[in-house]
């Protein structure tokens, strides 16, 4: 896939969060969940149980001097430990989830989440982002998934692994839109460690904002 067939087929990503870590997102931008633990300053402990398995509840951070953060739950993941590739494991893949910031790549799929069972209750903030300015400020570190990674929740689900995202120009777009439509070619873009930036490269803000 080349840029301009991203920006073409998506020209706005997606990213949803609960409107306790606006304030965050404000000051800090969009950070990954490793970047969150070590910005939180987090203890061994604390890393471990947010780090090492599927999270069975969402937390707040909160600190002196910062505004809280939101590290929100995986329980969509129950089956997730079956349908790890053999070339790859289940610390890699969670490691290689926890060390990246998520956008949707179509509305359709942002509304899913935002009318799961598990969220809507829950006052969100949507960004709109702009994709050529996502890919202008940070190309070089974004990477795309065909899956919802963060969704294992039937035994039929695909594998996956540590190497389920692939950069732009590596992405087989024109397959993956042959093979399962246009809603399943394409379902994340993402971008490695954090968006400081991300503010200035959204066109739109919906949600509870104080």
Known sequence: MDVEELIACHPQVFHTMSATAWPSVQRHGLLS???LIDLFDLDAAER??????PRKQST???APG???AVIRDQKPMKFVAEKIDPNSSLTEYLAAINSRVFFWASAERLDRLRQAKEYRTEDQVVLHVDTRALVERHGPRIELCRLNSGAV????HPMR????????ADYP???YRRRYGRDGALVEVTVLNAVPDILD???KIEGTID
Do not use: C, F
Not at 48 to 53: E, G, Y
Not at 161 to 168: A, K
């Open 33 to 35: 969940t490793q970047q």
């Open 153 to 156: 929740t039937q035994k039929n």
């Open 60 to 62: 707040v951070l909160r």
């Open 201 to 203: 490269l959204t066109d």
């Open 48 to 53: 471990d149980r947010l780090l090492s398995a």
């Open 161 to 168: 692994g540590h190497r389920s995202w692939l950069p732009i």
């Open 66 to 68: 910062l505004p809280p």
């Open 173 to 175: 777009y024109a397959e």
